[in-house]
């Protein structure tokens, strides 16, 4: 059973920083991509980026572009969003999501394709204060 559990949301003030953590299991890692979303109130839910399994290359929406890091600890199973300058327009319940190889490559990565990704955390939220 695949299973996906985020973790490490939190309040923050502007300008800080936050860790997420998506602790996975019951599928093989590198055959897979994992990606990052995130829904604030009343909007859609938006990709933020993913990362590819088979060769930890990574895709960013515009908006995080060199504010968040996706990396992965293969040994557990785990990625991690790494949140950096962190703003109120940034709070957002935030999932992790499994999908194939090919949502997250280079030349094709969208952030609005959640369709995409058949398998989803439970979220956890991120509250940035001004």
């Known amino acids: 059973e695949v299973q996906l559990v985020e973790s490490g949301g939190g309040l923050v003030q502007a300008g800080g920083s936050l860790r997420l953590s998506c602790a996975a299991s019951g599928f093989t890692f590198k055959d897979y991509s994992i990606g990052w979303f995130r829904q604030a109130p009343g909007k859609e839910r938006e990709g933020v980026g993913c990362?590819?399994?088979?060769?930890?290359?990574?895709y960013y929406a515009d908006s995080v572009k060199g504010r968040f890091t996706i990396s992965r600890d293969n040994a557990e199973k785990t990625v991690y969003l790494q949140m950096h300058s962190l703003q109120p327009e940034d709070t957002a319940v935030y999932y992790c999501a499994l999908g194939g190889l090919s949502y997250c490559k280079n030349n094709y990565y969208y952030p609005d394709h959640a369709y995409e990704y058949d398998y989803w955390g439970q979220g956890t939220q991120v509250t940035v204060s001004s």
């Open positions: 990362i590819n399994m088979i060769d930890s290359s990574t």
